[in-house]
Each structure stands twice: as structure tokens, then as C-alpha cells.
């Protein structure tokens, strides 16, 4: 087992917090290796943000992702600049209000941002798409997503991320709307 | 003082965090430093936990207070360190000097960038360490070592505590950007589970020693390392950065200051069986032997498996302490690989040590920083020096 994945927005959707969630239920509750790595530079000012995860049953030797064959969008720019370096069959999930995939991309697509919206607070929209991502790739258990949420926010945010995640977790995309 | 001292558990943390958590479950309480990329998030995570913990933590007004302020505490009792990157280093050269006369023990972590100066300041950089062992003017010696991982950052930065204590010596971590920032793994053990050597103090209390009074640079023969009396025990102790005697008074004749500095060279150099410690993979039948140290070391380790899968007789020797550089356990290898790759991303520090070792030109995977190396170019050249010794061997 060995992945490559790629969280992508822009600044502010918590885009780093996703990896680190991600990066810590794989490698402390999943009992596998994983390495997550940012940006620093110019290039993670404004504009495509991104955190990156490396996922083996093995030690990870290269910590980088180079072609992730798991792409998460939640912006438009994010998605045209990191979806050309992902493999043709990579599974590419995004923000469907967002996101407008190119032509022959197929995505699965979840309205995270209109959904936290729904939930009274934006700011959990990635949140939700980790939710949905734990349901569609399979590369990690929701218990253990859950116990990254539980054991990293201050405990008065809990309940709501969870039930973020939930909404996400729950999420069924209508694959039959994509263009 | 509410926080816990030694964070035991499993976290899932970045290299420069860990040493920091390190230093604190080492006893280090006191740190000064001048934040710096990317080595920025040592001193963040120290400016919040020292008050927790009733340690102090001093932004100074640049580097060169910076490692001043450390070598202060370091006399008062303080188990001291600092933060920098290779900008900073260069500003704390002098000072290390002062720290290497006086015999003080600190730690110092250098998170590499791109170098010469500004260069790459969020990029990654393996070239501070023919500074950090030649960058202060004079003949010294330190202690210096090069972690792969942030749970190794957290291991090497409390063994450079108990080092330096050893010894009386600064003691640095040339760790490199990839290391600092990438977040993994990190399991900190029961805080009776974190080995201690204590520092060598006087044997006797200050009364003892009468009109002539402790002399606080008279080493033992045994390890040359003197005994450390501390500000406010009641010994009178003079420390200068002049050549100083037993007393440490200044003493301005030839015959001392060849004492002297043979003496802080020889401490080092007599012990370093005890301070080399180096990670070694598939050595017995290897052919050719890559050495690589630091976040390199990683692609190299890769490198050699993926050579070994191809059927190359490849062996890996990483360097987890740089200096003292391993002469003896290098030139014992030379007599059994004759094909030696360097890989490390600067164009050629240590592979020229390598080269004085083993006594003839190595193969070099160089890159001048800004990017982790890539185990492929390191394959690349196992494959080349494959066919280069099978060609000899025809």
C-alpha cells in the first residue's frame, strides 16, 4: 500500500489542517507510515495552497509527493495547477460549486464549502471534505480520522467538526450531474 | 508552570518542533535566539512552552546576543540552546569560538537552507558544515550531528545535550529543511526513559581549595575535560576568551596556548569513538558504498535498495555525526570497497573528507540546495560504478 495524496484550495479553507489531520490518523491511529510535507516559500502566499501526505506500510524514504495518484481541489486555480501533475487515472475529489473539472476529467465532486455554510460556520468545509474523502478513497478509517479531529482541536470545536465530517462522511455525489 | 515537561506519547510533528521538545525533555531552560527561516518554529514552540515549564526564553537582538546569552546560562548551571540557520550561523562563528575557549557546553541546531548567503530561505540546504567546523577562526573542535527524521531531531538534540555536559563542548545539529518542516512520527518516551549525563563539577565544595582557589580549567587526565564550577556556587572562576591557564587566568606564553588548544582538539579527538555514531546497511557484501547523511541519506537508502533489487552489491553508511568525522571507520572500509558515492546537496564538503579517508577520487551525487535529492540520480550513479567495477574486474 502506498499512496500519494494531494490536499489543494486556497489560503484560509484550513488546507494545511486537513493534512495534518489526515497525516496524523495515518500514521498514529493506523498504525502505517505517513510523511506530510507544505509548501514555505513564495509560492504558498496567496494563491493555489497545498499539503501533501505519504501513506506506505513501509518507512517513507522520499517524503515528497510528486504525482499524486489522490487529488483533493476545493478552488479552481488549485485544481487547474495540480491536476495536470496527478496520473491520468488519479482520483480526483472536489468542492463541486468551486471546481469546474475539464472536459473529459471525471471527479467526484461534493459541495463542502455550500454544506458548512449550511452548518453555520464556512471555516469546517474542509473538514467536511475529509469526510467525504475517508468515504471515497478508503485509504483510512473514519474512526481514525475521527480521533485525529478529537485529539487536535480545542475541545469546544469537537462537535461541530464531527458533525462536519459526518455530513461529508454521509455525502452520496450524483455522479450522473457531472458534465 | 502548568505544562508538562516531557510530552510522552505518540505525535505526529515537524522536525523543528521536535527538537525543541527534545531540548525541553532533555532540561534545556533557557533559550536565546533570533527566529530565522526555516529554523522559525524552534523558537515558537519554545517561546510557548518555556513559560509553561519556568524556563526562560530570550529573543535576542540578533545572532551574535543570541549565542552570548546562551554561553551565560550555560555558565550559570543552564543546560542552553539556540536555534539558527545559515545566515545566523555565520553571525554566531565568533561566539562558537568563545564557546569552544571557555569550554561551555550549549546546542546549537542549524536548519539548513540554500547558502551562500541569504540563498534559498525556505528551501533546503546541506552546506554549513565545513563552517560549522572550520567557521570560527583557530584550531577547535566541536561535536556535530545530522538527523534524518523529526523522532531522530528529538533523539539527537537530547544526546547533544548529554554530549556537551561530557565533554564542555558546543555541540551542533546541522539538520536541513526537509527534516525541520516535514511533519512525522514522533514518540517521546517516559521522562525517567530520557538518559542523562550529568556534567562534571567540582569534587570538593569551595572552602577546599584556600587562598589558591578551584582551578577551573585544570582537566583531567583521563578525558582532558575539566570540571565545570558554575556561576553562584562560590567558586571564583575567571573566564576569558584569552589563552588562559588552570586558573583561567590570561597567560600570554606560547608554551600555554599550544597546551591549550592541543588539549581542545584532543578531547574530541581522543573520545571520538565515543561521539561517532553512523547507521550502516547491506555493508558486508558491498561492492559500492554510498554515504549520505541528513535528509539525503533518505533518498540515498532507497537508492541502495532499488540497486540491490537490479542485483547491484550496493551498502549504505549513513553519517549521523558529522564531526568528528569518522577517518578510522572509513579508511577499515576503503580495505574492503574499493567504489565509494558521496551524496549530500552541497557540491562536495564531505566528499572531499571521504576522499582524504579512502586516499582516491569518489563519485559524487552533488546538488546545491533548494531540493531534496531525488533517489534516482543516487541509482543512477550505483549503477554507473556497478559497471565501472565490473569492467575492472574483467
Keep these: ?179 | 508552570m502548568s505544562g508538562r515537561e516531557v510530552l510522552t506519547g505518540r505525535h505526529f510533528m515537524n522536525g523543528d518542533d521536535a527538537c525543541a521538545e527534545g531540548a525541553i525533555a532533555a532540561g534545556c531552560r533557557f533559550f536565546g535566539g533570533y527566529p530565522i527561516t526555516p529554523s522559525t518554529e524552534v523558537a515558537e514552540r519554545f517561546s510557548r512552552r518555556m513559560p509553561e515549564i519556568g524556563g526562560v526564553y530570550m529573543q535576542m537582538e540578533d545572532e551574535l546576543g543570541s549565542i552570548a546569552a546562551v554561553l551565560g546560562a550555560s555558565a550559570a548551571g543552564a543546560r542552553a540552546m539556540t536555534a539558527t540557520s545559515g545566515p545566523g550561523l555565520s553571525l554566531m562563528m565568533e561566539n562558537l569560538g568563545l564557546g569552544v575557549m571557555l569550554e561551555l557546553p550549549c546546542v546549537i541546531i542549524d536548519i539548513q537552507r540554500g547558502s551562500p548567503s541569504t540563498g534559498l530561505p525556505t528551501m533546503a540546504g546541506q552546506s554549513d558544515l565545513m563552517q560549522a567546523r572550520w567557521g570560527s577562526h583557530g584550531d577547535y573542535a566541536i561535536v556535530a550531528y545530522a538527523p534524518s527524521s523529526p523522532q531522530e531531531i528529538f533523539d539527537l538534540t537530547i544526546h547533544a545535550f548529554n554530549v556537551a555536559d561530557r565533554y564542555r563542548v558546543p555541540v551542533l545539529i546541522l539538520s536541513d529543511e526537509v527534516i525541520g518542516h516535514m511533519v512525522e512520527r514522533v514518540v517521546i518516551p517516559e521522562s525517567q526513559a530520557i538518559p542523562r549525563w550529568e556534567r562534571k563539577r567540582p569534587p570538593y565544595p569551595p572552602e577546599h581549595y584556600g587562598q589558591e582557589g578551584f582551578k577551573a580549567f585544570e582537566p583531567d587526565a583521563s578525558d582532558l575535560v575539566p570540571p565545570i564550577a558554575h556561576a553562584g556556587d562560590g567558586y571564583r572562576v575567571h573566564f576569558t576568551g584569552l589563552t588562559h591557564d588552570p586558573r583561567g587566568y590570561p597567560d600570554m606564553s606560547a608554551e600555554t596556548h599550544h597546551e591549550l588548544v592541543t588539549r581542545l582538539m584532543e578531547k574530541i579527538r581522543r573520545n571520538a569513538e565515543d561521539l561517532i555514531l553512523l547507521e550502516t546497511e547491506y555493508l558486508d557484501d558491498a561492492d559500492v558504498v554510498v554515504i549520505s547523511f541528513g535528509c539525503t541519506a533518505r533518498s540515498a537508502r532507497r537508492a541502495v535498495r532499488d540497486a540491490r533489487a537490479e542485483g547491484i552489491r550496493a551498502g549504505l553508511l549513513r553519517l549521523i555525526s558529522i564531526w568528528p568525522f569518522p577517518e578510522q571507520r572509513i579508511r577499515d572500509l576503503a580495505h574492503e570497497v574499493k567504489t565509494f558515492v558521496v551524496a549530500e546537496m552541497n557540491l562536495g564538503q564531505i566528499r572531499l573528507e571521504v576522499e582524504r579517508c579512502v586516499g582516491h577520487p569518489v563519485r559524487g551525487v552533488h546538488h546545491a540546495g533548494g531540493a531534496m535529492i531525488h533517489p534516482e540520480p543516487i541509482l543512477e550513479a550505483l549503477r554507473a560504478s556497478a559497471a565501472q567495477t565490473a569492467g575492472r574486474q574483467k
Excluded at chain 1, 486537513?18 to 502566499?45: D, H
Excluded at chain 1, 471534505?129 to 473514519?142: D, H, N, P, W
Excluded at chain 1, 461541530?160 to 462522511?169: D, E, I, Q, V
Design chain 1, 1 to 179: 500500500m502506498y499512496h500519494e495524496i494531494r490536499l489543494s484550495g486556497f489560503g484560509g479553507q484550513g488546507i494545511g489542517l486537513a493534512g495534518y489531520l489526515l497525516g496524523k490518523a495515518l500514521s498514529l491511529y493506523e498504525n502505517l507510515e505517513a510523511v506530510m510535507t507544505q509548501a514555505y516559500g513564495p509560492e504558498a502566499r496567496g494563491g493555489a495552497s497545498s499539503a501533501n501526505v505519504v501513506v506506505s506500510e513501509n518507512p517513507i524514504d522520499y517524503p515528497f509527493v510528486q504525482h499524486p495518484d489522490i487529488l483533493v481541489a476545493m478552488s479552481q486555480e488549485a485544481y487547474t495547477k495540480f491536476r495536470p501533475l496527478a496520473g491520468p487515472e488519479a482520483l480526483v475529489l472536489t468542492d463541486a460549486d468551486l471546481v469546474t473539472p475539464f472536459d473529459d476529467d471525471l471527479v467526484q465532486a461534493i459541495p463542502a464549502t455550500r454544506l458548512a455554510e449550511g452548518l453555520g460556520r464556512r471555516i469546517v468545509a474542509n473538514v467536511i471534505m475529509l469526510g467525504f474523502f475517508t468515504q471515497a478513497t478508503g485509504v483510512v478509517s473514519r474512526e481514525a480520522m475521527e480521533k485525529a479531529l478529537t485529539d487536535t482541536l480545542r475541545p469546544k470545536l469537537v462537535p461541530l467538526n464531527l458533525k462536519a465530517f459526518a455530513t461529508g462522511y454521509a455525502y452520496q455525489p450524483d455522479i450522473a450531474s457531472a458534465p
